[in-house]
């Protein structure tokens, strides 16, 4: 069964603690992107990659980390610098960095204690 | 930079009826694609339909058709017949046809409710 996962489905953190959400796909797309989504708003790219090794910032990448080792995995790691990080991530893939359709994961509710 | 924006914070229909959700956008490029996304109450994003730019022909699928209107800037969904599975938000979404831009840029949302 093809598709994109993400994990945890919910995720609290501490005041100055670093979290790491999963992302991982088995459609053997190229590139994969981080979204965050705020209540009321539309969705806005944190950081994407287009191949193995290498990834780029998106439009509010500060107090967010990625690595991207594998073609399948790309997980996100918010960091104590990311001063309001409550908000619903999303993971998305396409077939590679261009026009294709980019396909999105069910997303991590990440919440402050 | 390119902005969606949708007029429509909230829209209803009756089941079995046609409603239409409105999408602006804003862009100096002449080639480009447009999305429309539903999110249903799981909150997992999942692609409505998809248009071409350079395509005159307005995309279809199944009960979800468009009308794009690349002059003015508009790209409208029609939801035919309506379900009740069809509840959701809806996002529009940009996305550039040239290389090294990798974004979506989506509106705000329309959150639609079917009444039964």
């Known amino acids: 069964d093809g598709g994109i996962t993400q994990s945890p489905k919910y995720l609290f953190r501490k005041e100055g603690q670093n979290v790491t959400l999963s992302c991982e796909q088995n459609?053997?797309?190229?590139?994969m992107y981080w979204y965050r989504q705020d209540p009321g708003q539309g969705l806005r790219l944190i950081y994407y990659?287009?191949?193995?090794?290498?990834?780029q910032k998106g439009d509010i990448a500060e107090g967010y980390s990625v690595s991207r080792e594998k073609k399948e995995s790309f997980p996100l790691t918010v960091t104590s610098a990311q001063k309001n990080p409550t908000a619903f991530y999303l993971c998305?893939?396409?077939?590679?960095?261009?026009?294709?359709?980019?396909?999105f994961g069910p997303g991590t509710r990440l919440l402050v204690l | 930079a390119q902005t969606v924006t949708q007029s429509q914070p909230e829209m209803s229909v009756q089941e079995a009826e046609t409603v239409t959700l409105s999408c602006t956008y804003d862009?100096?490029?002449?080639?480009?694609?447009l999305f429309w996304y539903k999110q249903p109450p799981s909150r997992q994003m999942i692609l409505v339909i998809r248009q071409e730019a350079y395509k005159q022909q307005n995309a279809t699928e199944n009960r979800f058709s468009v009308n794009f209107q690349k002059a003015a800037k508009s790209f409208s969904l029609k939801i035919s017949d309506s379900q009740l599975g069809d509840a959701a938000m809806y996002f529009c979404?940009?996305?550039?046809?040239?290389?090294?831009?990798?974004?979506?840029?989506f509106g705000k949302g329309t959150k639609l409710t079917v009444n039964p």
């Open positions: 862009t100096s490029e002449s080639d480009y694609y």
């Open positions: 979404a940009y996305r550039t046809s040239q290389g090294g831009s990798e974004k979506l840029v």
């Open positions: 990659s287009q191949i193995v090794n290498d990834f």
């Open positions: 998305a893939s396409s077939i590679r960095g261009g026009a294709e359709t980019q396909y």
């Open positions: 459609l053997n797309h190229d590139a």
